[in-house]
Every structure is written in structure tokens, then in C-alpha cells.
């Protein structure tokens, strides 16, 4: 860059450097601080970090990211405004060292011999190489979790918290078992001054506004909004509170200080009859998004009973008009969906995913007619080799009834059932470029040989043909099945933060 008279960039001011480097990404702002002192005095400019978004780990035990963590936390964490971090101390299920550190859900998928409800996971004491990798992904997960919380916990100026914690296979071998955190140097030690000082975050916050900690364990405890403080009580529009433990994390009157909450996520068993009463209470303003995990697994410690009743539902969409939800199911059978999908639920988006268990036709019928006017988005997806036909025994497929009738359908994501492809046709037809996604992997599309012996050419080619036709834009069959087998509780997380927003 060439000033009048020849001099160059290092002669302009500070303050229209540190305005040019605002339009660099985070990462593209580390790497101008490497050319020069100036440049790197100017990048580090307080302005320039007001909003920060990390995701650590993924391959491996992620342990290669802390120095990296440790150095932008200790520049920005006193008064960054916003900070996002995922942390993924492990990727993949806990194998021995031996096997493929990159599996995924797809490649791993638990059958009735391996159902993750079903057996016991070797814990660290019974294999020695699994013992290694559990203990180095636990010391990686609390020492950068840690590591955030020291260097945010005095910071008055934070606004908008996000954080997820990628760690569920660590809960599966038992982070909280004391049993097993004893292999960690001070691993009791490390669990309860994360604790202390998360609290401590929410006690001197000032203009908290966003709050979202899911599946960070050993964080929250059902005693830490407690801590929060009046000023943040009273700014705070969105809440989400999720994790593996087995209790409820927010109280009936931790929920009432927060008069001011737009919108909140909870585990479907903590919503309870009083919460619900509490937030259709005349004296809050209205809840707009409500977000719901439903996990199966949990519903032997968390039963069902206590929860929003019908008349629960009324009372609160009377207050809240305008109120959406959205609910992911993971590996819940029939009877229970029945159980919790109310009729005056407002559900928006609905979330079903298993690895086993089997969605009924009935179930699917119920949906259809009781979310007619208000299901946008629609996810069915089953992680298993077998493909049930839902259509069969039944005059009309429960997927193409679906379409017909929930006419604000603009989401749908099938995988794990057989979906004949003339009613995939039917589907594009009845709902044509309002269904803005239509995405269904190839392994589930099935073709009837009846109809395939009257067409001419490629059945596939034919389908592709008809589909794109139908819905106005080129569409392809989604060949990449791990495409949308993503980890359900981080597709949870995320979604519920887009949700959240209102996009």
C-alpha cells in the first residue's frame, strides 16, 4: 500500500489500522499480528475482540489446541462480549489406540448386540490402552475448561455465553464417577473449582443476555443459577441449560427471577407441570422459542410423570400467542412420543432419531394431523441396518400424508425408513418449492418393480427427473449417508441456537 510522497502503511494511524484489521476473520487477524510489533499491538486492540467463536478438538484428544486457547483467553476473556466454544476432547467412540480414531455414528452403529442403553462400555480400570486415552481426554476437557473460566470469571461485560461440551462418550465411561476421576491428577480438585468458578462468572455478570451451556459436564449444578445476579436476572432473554445428569439444573424459583426470557432449553422431563404454569404467568413477557430434548435413555431415572399437561400447554400459548417449539426425540419409542406430543403443543420442528427403536405410522398419523398448521421442519432419521416400510398394510404412505396436510412443511430429512420413490414424486408434487429441503439418503429410496417395468431407462435418472420437476430446482437422492447422521446432541445444540435466533 503507497501513501502521497511515498510513505508507506507503518506511517498511518493506529486508529484507522486497528479500522482496516475489523474486516479480517479471528484467524486471519492472528496471522497480520505475526508481520510486525505494530501491526500486532493494533490487532490486539480491544475493539477488534469484542465477539469470539472457538471449536477445539475433533481429532483426537484435542489437547494440540490448549496453548492456542490458553493465549486467546488470556488476551480477550477479561472483556470479550461474546465467546462461542465447542470443546471436543475426543472424536469418535473410546476404542483401543489401535483402531480408527475418525470413526463416526455411521461406521460404528450399535445393533441389538451393541445398543448404548444396553451394555456396559469397558470402563478405564478393565483396558489399559482405553485407560490412557479416557485419562488424557478428561485432563485435555477440565484443563481447557478451566482455562475459560479463569480468565472470564471476573468479567462484567459479557453478554452472550455459548458453550457445548462434545464429551458424551467421557459420560459414557464416567466422568462423575469419583471411582474413575481419581486417575486424574486432582480431577476432584479440577470438577469443583470449574464449578466454583462458573458461579462466580454468573455472580459478577452484570448484562448477561445469553446463556447456553449444553452437555458441559461437571459444570452445572442445580446450584449455580442461583448465583446469578440480579442485573444479569433481569437482561437475560435466553436460556439453555442441558446435560447427562440425572436432576432437574434450573428450580421453579430460579425460573421465576428471569421474568425477562424470550427463549429457553430445557430436558423435556424437567419441564414440569409448575415450570410450565410459570411461564404462562401474566407478570413475564411471552416465550417465543422453546427448545426440547427428549432422551430415551434417560426416561428410566426421568420418568415421564409431572410434566406439562394439556391443559399446561393452553394456559401457556394463551399467554405466549406466538410461541414455536422444537423437539428432538433420541431413541424414544412410539408409546412415549404419544405420551408428550400434546395437541396444543405449538411444535414447529420436530427432531426424531434413533438407533433401534421405531417410529409407528400411528405416531407419524399423529403428527400430521395435530401439527398441520404450525410443522416447518420434519427430521426422521433411524441409524440402523434394517429399513421398515412405514407405508406398509396402509392404503396411503404416512410420509406422503405428512406432506399433504402440513402445508408449512419446508424441511424434510429422511434416512433409515424405505421411501418408495413414486411417493418421494408424490412428496416434491404436493408441497413443490416451499419444501426448500427435501433430503433423503439413496441407501433408503426403494423402487416398486411393477412400476419400474412400465418406464423406459434409468429408474434413478427417471426419479431425479420427476423429483426436480416436482419441486421446481435440481435435486439429487443425499449419497453421503453421514451427511445427515450428524451426533444428535451437537445438531441439538446448534440447531436450538439458530432456532433461538428465529432463523
Sequence with gaps: ??????????????????????????????????????????????????????????????????????????????????????????????????????????????????????????????????????????????????????????????????????????????????SNLHQIHQGDKKINEIQQLFMEMLSNSRQLRWLSCSFMLGLVT????????????????????????????????????LSYLNSLALDFSDLTSELCGLLASPRRIPLHRLSLLLNGAALEFKPLEGTATEDDWKALVRVSANLRVYMMALEVDSSELLRVLKPSLPLERLHLDSYSTLVSDATLELISQQYNKTLTHFMLLRDDPDFPDLSVNRNEDPLVLLAWRCTQLAVLVIHGYTVWSHNLVAISRLRGSSLRVLTVSEESIDFDPDQSVCMEGDPVHNLVKEVSLGLGRVWHPCLDSSLVLSEPTQHFHRELQAFSMGM
Design 1 to 178: 500500500m503507497a501513501l502521497c510522497g511515498g510513505v508507506g502503511a507503518m506511517a498511518l494511524p493506529s486508529e484507522l489500522i486497528v479500522h482496516i484489521f475489523s474486516f479480517l476473520s479471528d484467524r486471519d487477524k492472528l496471522r497480520a499480528s505475526a508481520v510486525c510489533s505494530r501491526w500486532r499491538e493494533c490487532l490486539f486492540y480491544p475493539a477488534l475482540w469484542t465477539e469470539l467463536k472457538l471449536r477445539l478438538g475433533g481429532g483426537g484428544c484435542g489437547s494440540e489446541d490448549s496453548p492456542r486457547l490458553e493465549f486467546l483467553m488470556r488476551k480477550f476473556g477479561s472483556f470479550v462480549r461474546e465467546l462461542q466454544l465447542e470443546l471436543a476432547p475426543v472424536e469418535g467412540y473410546l476404542s483401543p489406540l489401535n483402531s480408527d480414531s475418525s470413526s463416526s455414528r455411521m461406521e460404528q452403529p450399535p445393533g441389538p448386540d451393541n445398543d448404548p442403553r444396553m451394555e456396559q462400555p469397558p470402563g478405564p480400570d478393565n483396558d489399559p490402552q482405553l485407560s490412557e486415552r479416557w485419562r488424557d481426554a478428561m485432563t485435555t476437557y477440565l484443563d481447557q475448561v478451566l482455562c475459560v473460566f479463569s480468565s472470564i470469571r471476573n468479567n462484567r461485560n459479557l453478554q452472550k455465553l455459548s458453550l457445548y461440551g462434545d464429551t458424551c462418550i467421557l459420560q459414557q465411561e464416567g466422568l462423575l464417577d469419583t
Design 222 to 257: 442445580p446450584c449455580s443459577l442461583a448465583c446469578l445476579s440480579n442485573p444479569s436476572a433481569e437482561t437475560l432473554k435466553h436460556l439453555s441449560l442441558l446435560d447427562h445428569q440425572l436432576g432437574p439444573l434450573i428450580s421453579p424459583s430460579e425460573l421465576d427471577r
